[in-house]
């Protein structure tokens, strides 16, 4: 069956670190690859996407990866913050339909 | 420029009830979509629109269903509510056009929906 798994529990990192959170997925191929953020009672916001022809993307202090061999993206947050800690989401187009597929995201808290 | 509207942002339903969620796109989006998040999960995809026509439909039952106006405002139906349909109801709009969407998602805050 097809599926996407995210890290269950929350992620605890020290501030400065880098945090790692990773998405997984099986009988997807999908073309395009997007991590979004999420905070309590607010609907997601759009923060990287990525293609399958590319293996690394970057946005200030963000990047993703995307291995479609190991169908596995892993995302960064370098020199993380407090105003970092929210849940994180990794969404995949299921190729040939026009339909998103959430992961159930990773909670992140950054701790001061 | 004002981003994803939705109305209502709370509602408290009983059993059996029916609701109406509405959503504004961002102006210029053409293309609408509809998710639920139950607590502790991630969204789930309910129904794409694009131009007023139906372009993809979730694993949801046929008590929910939706429809596109000509000014790309979207409403989602719930008919015959259940316990199990509380949840946050989130609404996506984008520019729309390719078939593999290589466009990001604007979400609005959701309406939260409650079913006693």
């Known amino acids: 069956s097809q599926k996407i798994e995210q890290n269950s529990e929350a992620l605890n990192i020290q501030e400065g670190k880098t945090a790692t959170l990773t998405c997984n997925y099986t009988?997807?191929?999908?073309?395009?690859l997007q991590w979004y953020r999420q905070d309590p009672g607010r609907g997601p916001v759009f923060l990287l996407l990525?293609?399958?022809?590319?293996k690394e993307k970057r946005k200030e202090r963000l990047k993703v990866t995307f291995d479609t061999t190991l169908k596995q993206s892993l995302f960064h947050i370098t020199a993380s913050q407090p105003a970092d800690s929210a849940t994180y989401l990794c969404?995949?187009?299921?190729?040939?339909?026009?339909?998103?597929?959430f992961g159930t995201g990773t909670r992140l808290k950054v701790l001061a | 420029d004002a981003g994803v509207t939705q109305s209502p942002t709370h509602l408290i339903k009983t059993r059996g009830q029916h609701v109406t969620l509405r959503c504004s796109p961002i102006?210029?989006?053409?293309?609408v979509s509809w998710y639920q998040q139950v607590l502790g999960q991630g969204p789930q995809f309910i129904f794409q629109y694009y131009e007023k026509e139906e372009r993809g439909r979730g694993n949801f039952p046929d008590r929910f269903s939706a429809r596109q106006f000509p000014n790309y405002s979207s409403e989602l139906n719930v008919n015959a509510l259940l316990l199990g349909d509380s949840a946050l109801y989130l609404c996506?709009?984008?520019?729309?056009?390719?078939?593999?969407?290589?466009?990001?998602?604007?979400f609005g805050d959701g309406t939260r929906l409650s079913i006693l």
């Open positions: 009988n997807y191929s999908p073309a395009y």
């Open positions: 990525i293609r399958e022809n590319e």
């Open positions: 969404a995949l187009d299921a190729s040939g339909t026009y339909k998103y597929i």
């Open positions: 996506a709009s984008t520019t729309g056009g390719d078939v593999y969407s290589n466009q990001p998602q604007h």
């Open positions: 102006s210029g989006h053409k293309s």
